[in-house]
């Protein structure tokens, strides 16, 4: 899964108006992948409900990270639509693209990817400071985001201070802080215990019930599982029949 974070705040540009038309967050159409010779996704449809917990599963190789990727628009399909909120994305300018990657996903990946020098208040902050959309009350949202995750006494801490539970709980109330309609989340559980995954996929669905935040994971844990709403298996880059919705 790509994982730079970096991304400018965004030029006006001549895309229609953001206006959701429909109860899926995401739709996927007759999407595939290549690159070059490579086939990573065949004519996939998939249909991501509102407020579900989704988790992709399948072995190395099968496509999940392409597939990732494409849910969080950081990649374009070779064929096939992607809708978001019911609004094609194929219209979208690049600059378009990106912007409705900031407005409505957030990210949490599997390294946490969290600034070193920065505390944990403000790795939570950095992805509306790229933005340019900082504020007095984004700067409260973030402390309580921060509260809510358990890191109530941990806000001004750098990610050397924390433990990996801790690190990814950081990530995650980054993930929230421009109240995203979808979050993305890339093996969250890879590096932790079996008593921090539990701790961590509650929470995940705490949030999703408390926020009505959709969740999308990739995950090879099966002890993560069972917090999910609905599985999908890929298998080389293809679904079964029946697994879009």
């Known amino acids: 899964m790509r994982t730079d974070l970096q991304e400018p705040a965004l030029p006006h540009v001549e895309d229609p108006p953001f206006a959701p038309t429909h109860a899926s967050v995401v739709r996927l159409k007759g999407v595939s992948r290549t690159y070059g010779e490579v086939h990573a996704l065949a004519a996939i449809d998939l249909d991501v409900a509102a407020g579900e917990m989704l988790a992709i599963v399948g072995p190395s190789g099968s496509g999940k990270t392409t597939l990732l990727n494409l849910i969080g628009l950081l990649d374009k399909p070779s064929t096939g639509e992607i809708e978001v909120l019911g609004e094609p994305t194929s219209r979208l300018t690049s600059t378009g693209y990106a912007r409705r990657r900031q407005e409505l996903i957030g990210f949490v990946f599997q390294s946490y990817n969290l600034i070193p020098v920065l505390s944990a208040l403000d790795n939570v902050l950095l992805p509306l400071r790229l933005a340019g ?48 309609q979808l979050v993305i989340a890339d093996e969250p559980t890879a590096s932790l215990d079996s008593e921090n995954t539990h701790a961590a996929m509650q929470l995940f669905q705490r949030l999703n019930r408390t926020h009505g935040v959709t969740f999308v994971f990739s995950t090879h844990d099966e002890r993560a599982l069972r917090y999910m709403t609905r599985c999908v298996r890929l298998s080389d880059g293809q679904l079964p029949a029946g697994d879009s919705h």
């Open 133 to 180: 959309r900082t504020s007095a009350a984004q700067s409260a949202r973030a402390r309580e985001l921060l509260d809510e995750v358990g890191l109530g006494g941990h806000h001004h801490k750098r990610p050397e201070q924390m433990s990996g539970g801790q690190r990814q709980r950081v990530a995650i109330a980054r993930a929230l802080i421009a109240q995203p």
